[in-house]
């Protein structure tokens, strides 16, 4: 047992003491996360690794300290999609609009955040419609895209071989370029 794993069980059994000891033991790792969703953000992006890596470790552990994780997977699952959640709404905040019919560039296979809060909305709610149809291959998309994860990690975050997560992805890209680029699916 990792000793993640160890800190999240015994704060999910109550010990303010592990709950202390988190986000030491998890920083590194979720800075490195928000630094890779960050890295190709557009020149003079006012949200830096350090914010977003505290607003999402507020959002997973500060409203419920108990919240129970089944595991470092599981934990930093929600991790990216805090950190995608924090994203889409400061695209939102700086006024982006949706842009209903347009035609948007996007190459998943880049891991590269779109230039545009527009581009993001766009992914954002094409996203939305992927998990309405397929929930665990959009979790696969958040893990990989928002959390940095590599197939084989991410396999085991959800639980699946890195055979059908490969399979899922490949599919997840030919699904997401096809609806941002208009074409029906």
Known sequence: MSEVTRLLEAAAA???QAAAE????????LRVLA???L????QGHTLEPTALVHEAYLRLVGGNPDQPW???GHFFAAAAEAMRRILIDHARKKGARKR???RVDFDPELF??????????????????????EPQIAALVKLRYFGGMTIPAAAEALGVSPRTAD???????AWLLAKLSGESV
Do not use: H, I, K
Request: no cysteine.
């Open 70 to 72: 089944a595991g470092r």
């Open 35 to 37: 630094a890779a969703r």
């Open 39 to 42: 890295a190709d953000e557009r």
């Open 100 to 102: 209903a019919g347009q």
């Open 14 to 16: 109550g010990s303010t």
């Open 112 to 133: 590269a955040a779109p230039d545009r809060p527009e581009d993001l909305l766009a992914l954002d709610e094409t996203l939305g419609q992927l998990e309405q149809e």
């Open 22 to 29: 988190l986000l030491p033991a998890v920083y590194g790792e």
């Open 167 to 173: 399979a899922w992805w490949a599919f997840a890209r």
